[in-house]
C-alpha cells in the first residue's frame, strides 16, 4: 500500500484506501489501443456481422410494444411518464 503524509494533504484532498487482492502496475508505455491491423479487421468484421444478430434476437426475444400510446402523458422537460 502507497504510504501517504497526512499532514501534507490539502483541505479539499481525500485518501481512500480499498482492498487490492492483487499487484499490478501499468507502465507508461502501455498501448491502450491496438494498432494490430490483423486483430482490428477481424474485431471489426466479428463486430458488424454479430451485432445486427444480436439486434434481431433482442426484437425478437426481447422486444416491449407501447399499447395505447396516445394515452402516455410528455413530461415538460422532455421526460417520458409511463
Known amino acids: 500500500m502507497k504510504e501517504v503524509n497526512y499532514e501534507k494533504l490539502k483541505g479539499d484532498d481525500q ?3 480499498m482492498w487490492e487482492p492483487l ?3 501499468i507502465s507508461n508505455n ?9 486483430f482490428n479487421l477481424v ?4 463486430f458488424h456481422i ?3 444478430i444480436v ?3 433482442n426484437k425478437v ?4 410494444k407501447i399499447e395505447d400510446g396516445q394515452n402516455i402523458r ?4 422532455g421526460k417520458i411518464t409511463i
Open 74 to 77: 410528455k413530461a415538460e422537460d
Open 61 to 64: 426475444l426481447f422486444g416491449f
Open 30 to 38: 502501455y498501448k491502450f489501443i491496438c494498432k494490430n491491423g490483423i
Open 23 to 25: 499487484k499490478f502496475e
Open 50 to 52: 454479430f451485432a445486427p
Open 43 to 46: 474485431s471489426n468484421l466479428i
Open 55 to 57: 439486434w434481431i434476437l
Open 15 to 17: 485518501v481512500f484506501h
